[in-house]
């Protein structure tokens, strides 16, 4: 191993300038892929971790009651007897609106181990009226504490206190696309409007999920209130459940709608087009970078081949002098490891300076979530990724030279070279 | 492998190196196809120098490679070490061109990229039996043996066309092999040169009790071996000269 590997150094050298041209296309092909890798990973974190603050790992709502049906078989035909059977059916699920009896269910679903907060909301469409704008809005009643558990809702509050909304009645807090809307500021008082009814509040605080579907009509109020004034005494809209591991919600979603016959929805699936959006961004910026390594990876296969036809005859004096043809092979495929090594090391270097100088650059998004830099995600998966991609690029383009170099007869090269 | 003397079929002694029987060799495709070799028999005792003559085309290089293993008859026997080895696994002979067989050809075939040092060592690194030291020790010997240990650590490229060619001769008798074959091997060297060539490779060889084969076109370097075969059309003709 070591002769074959120093004899792939040699005739690697001899090419340098050729290889040279791989090692820099695969580094800057893998520096790519560690860098698309980490800003479309990065934004797709920031989302998850914004629609969690906000909304969540899993949302309770609306009890399933499952309709069975029996299907008895037709009697016999001429009083013989046969077979009596029944077939039951399940048909559609019937959906009731809402959480009922949600106590009970909070006791029930606290006792899963993987949850770590509940909070009850009700929730009800409402028109909010400052003194010189009128907007259609959604009530959010909640328990502070309990919501402050399940949500982000505290690190999310810009302007005033979240201890107003606590212990006044009378306070809401709305979000800052609303309350630029309707031009009001810290202290105002807004009318809010349910069934022909309308109670006065005081705007305790602004917050900003920077989801601006959130941040344009939620307002959040105590839950009790929000029971008058939405005239709902019992029950509640949902139940907003954190976990201690997010991703993991799938399946106690499916534990939860097992114990309490609700219908619970994980943020994987609340946000199943989203997060394909993401997806589809990340495997796009995969395929088009790898084109790079590809590209390198063609002229490694060229120059290795190149390698071939001129040491025809060294590889004949190798064999003869009892090197064995898996030597021959070993020494191709060993000079495009040493290209994918040297190619590694500075592509990952390359990767993680550019997601280092990325991650300050300046970017204004608003809408799903709001920053104002790129934001990157720093994971070894990125460089495995890449390291797998370079490795396979020029595991195929080293195969074949010297597959082929492996081959060679050398009686046939020596007959050939002494003519 | 270890291929301990034995005794080979037909009552050969152990002194032989190397036996072929009945070497059948065809090159080329189709209408192109030609007989080479017909049912060639041969053999080299340890010692000696045999040189095959003959003119081109009539089977020496085929006969010397398929003693070499580097190429396969299409019927017959090549004994070596007491074994068959004519259609032995591509492993076997690997093994055993490594052990025991050292070639010399026409043109050098240095690796360019290597020191003559380092090309000499090669053979021993694929053996494997020797210390990194021992085998740099060994091939210091040689180069010194013939005329170039003054040269050792120069790249095969700055070696003149002779030197290289004394380097090629110490590099087949690396491993200490008992048989060395060498084809033409002063068929691109000046008279100095080839005199020069064929003293070192005759008097290194007989000094370890090695068998020697060589093809040669020239009358003079034929003249000084201890036998000669002449060949023709695939067949060794006349009486072995000695």
Known sequence: MQTTLSI????LLAKRR????SLTGIAFGV???????????????????????AD???????????????????PALNGKKGPSVSVKVESDRKYIEGVVEPRLQIEAIRRIPEVSGISEVVRGNVTIQSATREESA???????????????????????SVSDLRESSAAVMLGTDLAKRLKIRLGDSVLIAYAGQSIRYRVAAFYETGVREIDRIRIYMQLEESRILLKRPFGATFLQVSLRDPQRAPEVAKVIEIITEHRAASWQEREKVWLSVFMFFRILAAITVSTIIV???LGMFNTLAMIVMEKTKEIAILRSMGFTRNDIASTFMLQGALVLMAGLVLGFALGALCTLVTENVPITIRGIFTTDHVVVSWDLSHYVLGGIMAAITVAIASWFPARRAARMEPAEIIRGASQ | MSTDQKILPNGSSDNVAIRCQKLTRYLGEGEGRVHVLREVTFEATRGTVTAIVGPSGCGKSTLLYLLGLLDRPEGGEIWIGGRNLAQADDALRTAVRNEHIGF????????????????????????????????QERALKLLDAVGLGAKSHRLATQLSGGEQQ???????????????????PTGNLDVKNSAIVFDLLTRLAKENGQAIVLVTHNPEIANKCDSVRPMRDGVFVGKEIS
């Not at chain 2, 004394?166 to 033409?184: F, G, H, K, T, Y």
């Open chain 1, 8 to 11: 792939a150094l040699r005739f």
């Open chain 1, 31 to 53: 520096g790519f892929i560690v860098l698309t890798q980490a800003i479309t990973a990065g934004f797709q974190a920031f989302f998850i971790q914004t629609i969690l603050g």
């Open chain 2, 104 to 135: 010399v050809f026409q043109f050098h075939f240095l690796l360019a990229e290597f020191t003559a040092l380092e090309n000499i060592m090669l053979p021993m690194k694929k053996l494997g039996r020797l210390t990194r030291s021992a085998m």
């Open chain 1, 295 to 297: 590209v390198s990876g």
């Open chain 1, 56 to 74: 969540g790992a899993i949302r309770v709502a609306d009890k399933n009651q499952l309709l069975a049906v029996s299907i008895e078989a037709e």
């Open chain 1, 18 to 21: 050729a290889m040279l041209m």
């Open chain 2, 166 to 184: 004394r380097v090629a001769i110490a590099r087949a008798l690396a491993n200490q092999p008992s048989i060395i074959l060498a084809d033409e």
């Open chain 1, 138 to 160: 959604q009530v959010f009643g909640i328990n502070v504490e309990n919501h402050l558990a399940v949500s982000d809702l505290g690190k999310q509050i810009v302007f005033g």
